[in-house]
């Protein structure tokens, strides 16, 4: 194929453990410059997960802060958030509350997500009005109760949107993830029934019943308690695939690349490859 004045679309994933969603992309970008594409976009994704903020940062740029937070254990972390050149902050709950800061110490029903609410306040805290949280990596199923403890239980006028990389829901958060985190199978149990009361306890205290919204189970209820004060729970291939702007980047492509590290069913159930190859039949593009 003579590929002289073609333009390309590259939008991996990461490859974990080897590449990230950005040098996965110029790898991409640089095989198809070689191949003779003459303009070869990147736009390196995530869904929302594990990686997202390095992802975005990667796509867009923007502002990375620090902030010392609560850990998922209870001792003090620094924790990085991102604000991107439009004034949205991006927080990754799993660097407040994830399971890498745990260090081989799981605590799985006295884990808290107390640490990704001080980072949302401290984002409130410094003007913004907009935030985006990645949620994915949790070490906790508290439901999302630390968090919503340290917001005083109120975003106060915040646009939050989350960005689930799943779609369980509350209650099934604790059978599906908890043993991923060191439970038990009797913990499994204390932990379903946890999230099933603070489930009626959020009906009751905001209105909001979380119990059958998809994606509310998303790190460990996190994305549930989120909701039951106002926010917005979104699939994350589909938010953040919007502010880097992947639907503009296909316009007149001629091929879109995407990848990931290891592919299976699970790519085209929500998650990046999936959805690009979604997004690019719906706009007529060979990939």
């Known amino acids: 194929m003579n590929s002289f004045g073609l333009r390309a679309v590259v939008c991996p994933d990461k490859f974990s453990g080897t590449l ?3 040098e996965a992309a110029a790898a991409m970008a640089a095989g198809l ?6 303009d070869v976009v990147q736009a390196p994704l ?3 997960g594990e990686g997202s903020l390095e992802t975005i940062h990667e796509s867009l740029g923007g502002s990375i802060r620090s902030t010392r937070v609560t850990g998922p254990l209870g001792s003090e972390v620094l924790a990085e958030w991102l604000v991107i050149p439009n004034g949205t902050a991006v927080i990754e709950m799993a660097k407040a509350s994830g399971r890498a800061l745990v ?3 799981s605590d799985p029903l006295g884990a808290t997500t107390r640490g990704t609410g001080e980072l949302i306040a401290a984002a409130r805290a410094s003007g913004v009005r907009r935030v985006i949280v990645c949620v994915g990596g949790s070490a906790s199923t508290d439901g999302g109760l630390g968090a919503l403890e340290a917001l005083g239980w109120s975003l106060r006028g915040l646009d939050v949107t989350v960005a689930c990389d799943v779609t369980t829901t509350f209650v099934a958060a604790a059978r599906e993830f908890a043993p991923q985190k060191g439970a038990t199978p009797a913990q499994v149990q204390l932990l379903t029934g946890r999230l099933e009361r603070l489930s ?3 009906l009751q205290r905001t209105g909001v019943d979380v119990s059958k919204v998809e994606g ?3 790190a460990g209820g996190l994305a549930g308690g989120l909701c039951a004060i106002g926010a917005h729970l979104e699939p994350g291939f589909d938010v953040i695939a919007r502010i880097v702007g992947l639907d503009s980047a296909m316009v007149g492509a001629d091929l879109v690349m995407t990848g990931e590290g290891r592919v299976d069913a699970s790519s085209f159930a929500g998650k990046v490859v999936g959805g690009v190859i979604d997004a690019a039949f ?3 593009v060979p990939n």
Request: glycine share 24%.
């Open 282 to 284: 719906d706009e007529g």
């Open 46 to 48: 995530a869904d929302g």
């Open 216 to 218: 509310s189970g998303a």
């Open 103 to 105: 260090e081989g110490r």
């Open 33 to 38: 410059m070689r191949a003779g594409f003459s």
């Open 200 to 202: 009626a306890d959020f």
């Open 20 to 22: 990230t969603a950005g």
